[in-house]
């Protein structure tokens, strides 16, 4: 398993910008397909974001896709999360996970997580 550690959260206005980091430990971070997650309270963690072993293929959910980029630096082993346009309903607390496949949108195949990370959106 690889060790991943988010940074980048906060607090931020509607319309705003936030670029989310996730720093990754080990040799092998190019092997990993690298997704973003995110939970509020009382619901289930929701797919937002992955990237395959480099930058060629990712894929989004519906509700941020326009609005967030996914990207990874494998010669820092860091995925990154832009988020623009931010919207109160995007207030989460996001995760960063590896996957030993290529690309994955499916919790279950991802086993090394973060941490997390509180994003905050005010209306």
């Known amino acids: 398993q690889v060790q991943l550690v988010e940074s980048g959260g906060g607090l931020v206005q509607a319309g705003g910008s936030l670029r989310l980091s996730c720093a990754a430990s080990?040799?092998?971070?190019?092997?990993?397909?690298m997704g973003w997650f995110r939970q509020v309270p009382g619901k289930e963690r929701e797919f937002v974001a992955a990237?395959?072993?480099?930058?060629?293929?990712?894929r989004y959910a519906d509700s941020v896709k326009g609005r967030f980029t996914i990207s990874r630096d494998n010669a820092k082993n860091t995925v990154y999360l832009q988020m623009n346009s931010l919207k109160p309903e995007d207030t989460a607390v996001y995760y960063c996970?590896?996957?030993?496949?290529?690309?994955?949108?499916?919790?279950?195949?991802?086993?090394?997580w973060g941490q997390g990370t509180q994003v905050t959106v005010s209306s």
């Open positions: 996970a590896a996957s030993g496949g290529t690309i994955a949108t499916m919790r279950d195949a991802y086993d090394s």
């Open positions: 990237v395959g072993r480099n930058n060629y293929i990712t």
């Open positions: 080990g040799r092998t971070f190019s092997t990993y397909g």
